[in-house]
């Protein structure tokens, strides 16, 4: 009978630390994975800032490519909810951009020269300065691109190039609110 009753509480023990561990185990992992850049490193002193519309100076006349990048860039902004987005004459800084390039070129060349996929490649200048302190905080281009099948040169390229001002303007964020 006593060695029964060793043997239950040696079990129970042993279930007892096995989920002890466990527990541990999920309290590290989620405490590890809890950590956020958002607002990381944006000083005190700037809580708004101003997007105005991009600039093209690409010389591609893309139709309506500065405006798809400022609104991507001001819904960027506003989901971060890092910096609120307001008008240039209430900001405590501002986000100046302009398009710099905008590359079409073969991606993928297959056998017999046959063009198989196409890279969207655009440029972006962006600068950066605190209203407050009156400086430029960074005056950086940032460069993203996006393939799309050489078969669908027109809402394939529409998309390679939505795709891209998506990744620019993610840079573009990051940059603005973590990179200091």
């Avoid at 060793?6 to 989920?19: A, E, M, P, W």
């Avoid at 001001?74 to 910096?83: C, P």
């Avoid at 020269?113 to 440029?123: D, F, H, K, L, M």
Wanted: aromatic share 6%.
């Amino acid at each position: 009978m006593i060695s029964s009753i060793r043997k239950k509480n040696s079990l129970i023990l042993i279930t007892v630390l096995n989920l002890l561990f466990v527990v541990l185990i999920a309290i590290n992992f989620t405490s590890c994975c809890a950590y956020s850049f958002t607002g990381a490193s944006v000083p005190e002193h700037l809580k708004t800032i101003a997007i105005p519309i991009a600039d093209d100076r690409s010389g591609s006349g893309e139709p309506g490519l500065r405006e798809s990048l400022t609104q991507k860039l001001i819904q960027k902004f506003i989901d971060d909810n890092t910096l609120q987005v307001s008008e240039r004459t209430s900001a405590n800084a501002i986000l100046e951009c302009s398009i710099v390039s905008l590359s079409d070129a073969p991606a993928i060349v297959s056998a017999g020269e046959n063009i198989a996929s196409r890279r969207v490649t655009i440029g972006v200048k962006v600068i950066y300065r605190d209203l407050v302190k009156r400086t430029s905080i960074f005056e950086k281009t940032f460069s993203n691109y996006s393939d799309y099948p050489a078969g669908d040169p027109i809402t394939g390229r529409q998309t390679a190039i939505d795709a891209a001002i998506e990744l620019i303007s993610e840079d573009i964020l990051l940059d603005t609110v973590s990179g200091w």
